[in-house]
């Protein structure tokens, strides 16, 4: 398993866990995409960018600090409260998962990951042949770092 793909299932897990996130979208809550005809709302995590922007402790051969971006956003119908409803949930996404600094396992190192911030927001619409939708989230800046020891 990867640090991305365990900070996804930190992620994933955390929501499901917030009863009041699961209460509104139930256990829909996918990475990239919903699978075809799912029912809004959900929320759909999606690796944006990262990278090792902080260096490389060159003597100890490992990363100091790596900076993940990823998109987070709740898809409604319009019909179904639109963004009004939308903006509930994300608020309540913001609140799970802003100030957070976890620890996690991965393969044999253990790691933190720190959500300090949201750096961009998400807002449109989309539609198909027969439905309108509200997309609503934001960017999350999220460090991974080596745990001490």
Not at 1 to 16: D, F, G, H, N
Not at 44 to 68: C, M, P, T, V
Not at 83 to 104: M, R
Request: glycine share 8%; with cysteine.
């Amino acid at each position: 398993m990867s640090v991305p793909s365990a900070l996804e299932t930190y992620v994933i897990e955390k929501l499901l866990a917030d009863t009041e996130v699961s209460a509104l979208v139930g256990t829909k809550v996918h990475v990239s995409m919903a699978p075809t005809n799912t029912s809004p709302p959900y929320i759909i995590l999606s690796r944006r960018s990262g990278g090792k922007e902080f260096g490389i402790d060159e003597e100890a051969n490992q990363f100091l600090q790596e900076a993940l971006r990823y998109n987070i956003k709740v898809v409604t119908f319009v019909p179904d409260g639109g963004y009004v409803q939308g903006d509930a949930i994300f608020e309540k996404i913001q609140q799970s998962l802003l100030g957070n600094e976890v620890p996690i396992e991965v393969n044999s190192g253990s790691y933190f990951l720190d959500f300090p911030r949201m750096e961009d927001d998400i807002r449109f619409m989309s539609s198909d042949n027969e439905k309108e939708y509200c997309h609503v989230g934001g960017v999350f800046l999220i460090y991974v770092y080596p745990s001490e020891g």
